[in-house]
């Protein structure tokens, strides 16, 4: 999945809801959204680099393995190994262009979310860049959070940071650990 347009910004939706959300997006002026779970990345690309819209909103995150694996891991499910192999993946497809890391992260009803989760949004990911994960809830408007984005320094390289990820522990991640 190659990046969006330079000129757009763009917003992953994740988290609980995450399609009423993009719904909620659908029709306005300034934005194109739309739901690109389970397609396949050409198609993603094709769709972001046709984008002549100020934002992008959509549901595919491309560091999905990486967190998929990093809950998997701390919920005992799956193996360090793994978790390295996802890691190094997206590394490589970030470097390649073929994946970017969106403007930001929106994460719909962080408090409904399993801790694990909860931890790798609002913990590991808040940690690499703060002002790029933004928790919403129910009763948000997220048109209207369009016009409130908080500015703050763009994502780090992920080669600086993703590796660490294998040493946040949740409960801990954000309190001056690892990460």
């Keep these: 999945m190659a990046g969006a347009s330079a000129s757009s910004t763009t917003l992953v939706v994740v988290g609980d809801d995450e399609g009423t959300t993009i719904r909620g997006f659908v029709g306005h002026a300034n934005v194109r959204a739309a739901s690109l779970a389970g397609r396949d990345d050409d198609e993603v690309a094709r769709w972001t680099r046709g984008a002549s819209t100020p934002y992008l909103v959509h549901d595919r995150d491309p560091l999905e393995h990486v967190a998929a694996a990093w809950v998997e891991f701390f919920d005992d499910q799956s193996t360090l ?88 522990v949740p409960d801990r991640v954000g309190l001056g650990g690892a990460a």
């Design 81 to 168: 190994g793994a978790l390295e192999l996802e890691i190094d993946r997206a590394v490589e497809a970030l470097k390649r262009g073929e994946a970017a890391i969106p403007d930001y992260y929106l994460v719909v009803n962080p408090e409904s979310l399993p801790p694990t989760w909860r931890h790798w949004w609002l913990g590991v990911m808040a940690q690499a860049s703060p002002t790029r994960v933004i928790p919403r809830g129910e009763d948000e408007s997220g048109v209207r959070l369009l016009r409130r984005l908080p500015t703050g320094r763009p994502w780090p390289d992920p080669a600086t940071w993703l590796g660490g990820v294998t040493a946040a």
